[in-house]
Structures are given as structure tokens and as C-alpha cells.
């Protein structure tokens, strides 16, 4: 069973940074993806950024690119998500999540580049992020 745990979480300034972390447990050595996703009472769940087991798949949804950077350490099985100059609009609940294929690794692959919510199987508890001044 695949257990995700989150931190990093918190209140910073516009212009600010944070560092996610998810920390995961019960992962196979291969055929895997691990997303970042957020989600406010007024929208849906959406992607962040997403990363394939090899590291050599990532996404980034429009609103992140190149402000979040997603990376992961795989002997320590986490995978960070580095904020930078944050935005008010960035204020959410943010998520890890996991997705694990079962048949072709290269659907881990799909799954990693196309970052669907829908995808992810297992998820975190989740942690606030909250951008104000």
C-alpha cells in the first residue's frame, strides 16, 4: 500500500517561496508517476507539476511554469515541489499524489506528462499553502 506524507506547508508573502515535500512509502521501484495537485473551494482539483519514476517526465501547468520546479529524491522516496515568487492565486490546499501502473510502465509515463488528477490513485493529506500580506 503506498502512503504519502506532506509537509512544507504555510503562510508567506507575495514574491515568497516555499519547498513542499512528500515523502512516500510503498513504491515500486519503477512504472510509477508522482504529482503535485491544489484545490480551493471555488475550483477543481488541478495538476501542479508531475514527474515520472526516471525523473525524465515532467509537466507543469501554465499558471507554474517557470516559477514551481518539481524534483525528487528517489533513496530518500521524496519528491519536493520548489515555489518561487508566489502569487495570491497560489493560495491552496496542495496535495502529493501517487499513481502506480500495474501493466506498461509507459502509461506512468502518459500519466506524468499529462498530469490528470484522475490518474492518481493514492493521495496525501494534504497541506495549506497560504500567499498573503
Known amino acids: 500500500q503506498v502512503q504519502l506524507v506532506e509537509s512544507g506547508g504555510g503562510l508567506v508573502q507575495p514574491g515568497g517561496a516555499l519547498r513542499l515535500s512528500c515523502t512516500a512509502s510503498g513504491l515500486p521501484n519503477e512504472g510509477y508517476a508522482m504529482g503535485w495537485f491544489r484545490q480551493t473551494p471555488e475550483k477543481q482539483r488541478e495538476g501542479v507539476a508531475c514527474?515520472?519514476?526516471?525523473?525524465?517526465?515532467?509537466s507543469y501547468a501554465d499558471s507554474v511554469k517557470g516559477r514551481f520546479t518539481i524534483s525528487q529524491d528517489r533513496p530518500k522516496n521524496t519528491v519536493y515541489l520548489q515555489m518561487n515568487s508566489l502569487e495570491p492565486e497560489d493560495t491552496a490546499v496542495y496535495y502529493c499524489?501517487?499513481?502506480?501502473?500495474?501493466?506498461?510502465?509507459?502509461?506512468?509515463?502518459?500519466?506524468?506528462?499529462?498530469?490528470?488528477?484522475?490518474?492518481?490513485?493514492?493521495r496525501g493529506q494534504g497541506t495549506q499553502v497560504t500567499v498573503s500580506s
Open positions: 499524489a501517487a499513481h502506480v501502473s500495474t501493466s506498461a510502465s509507459a502509461w506512468a509515463v502518459y500519466v506524468a506528462r499529462t498530469c490528470g488528477p484522475g490518474n492518481f490513485g493514492y
Open positions: 514527474i515520472s519514476w526516471s525523473g525524465e517526465d515532467i
